[in-house]
Nanobody, 121 residues
Framework: QVQLVESGGGLVQPGGSLRLSCAAS????????MGWYRQVPGKQRGLVAR???????NYADSVKGRFTISRDNAKNTVYLQMNSLKPEDTAVYYC???????????????WGQGTQVTVSD
C-alpha cells in the first residue's frame, strides 16, 4: 500500500545543482527516518544522507558540504539538494523510508524505484 515517489533527477554539468524529492503515500502512521542512497552498476548501494522526523541528519563523507537533506513532515516528503555536483555523483538515487505501521511503534522499510542522476559535460 505504501509508495515512495521520487522526482528531480536528470542530466547536469559538473558544478551544477539538482534537487531530488521523495514523497511517501499510503497507509502508515508516521515517518521515522527517510534517506537517500545511490548505486552504480556493479557496485553496492551506499548511503548518501538520511534524516529523522525530528531533523537529525547524517551524510556520507563524499557529499558533506555539498548536499543538504531536508524534510516536510506535513507533506511526508524528503528532499536532497545537491550542489557542486561532480561526475563521481553519477548514480541511480533511491529513496528509503522507515515508516511506523502499527500502534506499537514497529517500523517497516520501503524503497523508491530510483531516479537517475548524471553529472557530465
Amino acid at each position: 500500500q505504501v509508495q515512495l515517489v521520487e522526482s528531480g533527477g536528470g542530466l547536469v554539468q559538473p558544478g551544477g545543482s539538482l534537487r531530488l524529492s521523495c514523497a511517501a503515500s499510503g497507509s502508515f502512521f508516521s515517518i521515522y527516518v527517510m534517506g537517500w542512497y545511490r548505486q552504480v552498476p556493479g557496485k553496492q548501494r551506499g548511503l548518501v544522507a538520511r534524516i529523522t522526523s525530528g531533523g537529525s541528519t547524517n551524510y556520507a563523507d563524499s557529499v558533506k558540504g555539498r548536499f543538504t537533506i531536508s524534510r516536510d513532515n506535513a507533506k511526508n516528503t524528503v528532499y536532497l539538494q545537491m550542489n557542486s555536483l561532480k561526475p563521481e555523483d553519477t548514480a541511480v538515487y533511491y529513496c528509503k523510508a522507515d515508516l511506523v505501521r502499527s500502534l506499537s511503534g514497529v517500523t517497516s522499510d520501503y524503497w523508491g524505484q530510483g531516479t537517475q542522476v548524471t553529472v557530465s559535460d
